[in-house]
């Protein structure tokens, strides 16, 4: 199963997500849904011009978005990020957000992975536009 290779990469539990979530057709819509969103994107340009509060709500989403989806590091680190945006921690907030993109990029670079295995594997299958 592709999408537990895709897990199991990042180092997450695509197990815990399974009995959550009850359907690899369900994870991979959000996870298509969360990646074809801009919050990291907006997080990111919402701390360098110093939009604290929009920054706040966006972390805020974000730790629940990223928790549901089962990338608990990922989470961890919004987390923090949140919560030294709360307390007014600019530079602490700065470094955190560093970490919380390039662990994003590590996981949407996973994705772009699975994504292109799981195409090809459904263009050899006669299955076209469809990703499962």
């Not at 895709?6 to 959000?30: A, T, V």
């Not at 987390?79 to 990029?105: I, P, T």
């Amino acid at each position: 199963m592709e999408l537990k290779n895709f897990y199991n990469k990042i180092g997450e539990n695509y197990d815990l997500l399974l009995s959550r979530l009850l359907s690899s057709e369900r994870i991979e819509k959000y996870l298509t849904i969360f990646f074809d969103d801009n919050n990291i994107c907006d997080l990111k340009m919402q701390i360098l011009s110093n939009d604290i509060q929009s920054a706040i709500n966006t972390a805020h989403t974000l730790k629940g978005v990223t928790a549901t989806l089962g990338f608990d590091n990922l989470a961890a680190e919004i987390c923090e990020l949140h919560e030294a945006l709360k307390n007014n921690e600019n530079e602490q907030a700065d470094e955190l957000c560093r970490q919380v993109v390039k662990e994003y990029e590590i996981i949407y670079n996973e994705w772009c992975n699975i994504k292109n295995t799981l195409t090809e594997n459904d263009i050899g299958s006669g299955k076209t536009g469809e990703l499962i």
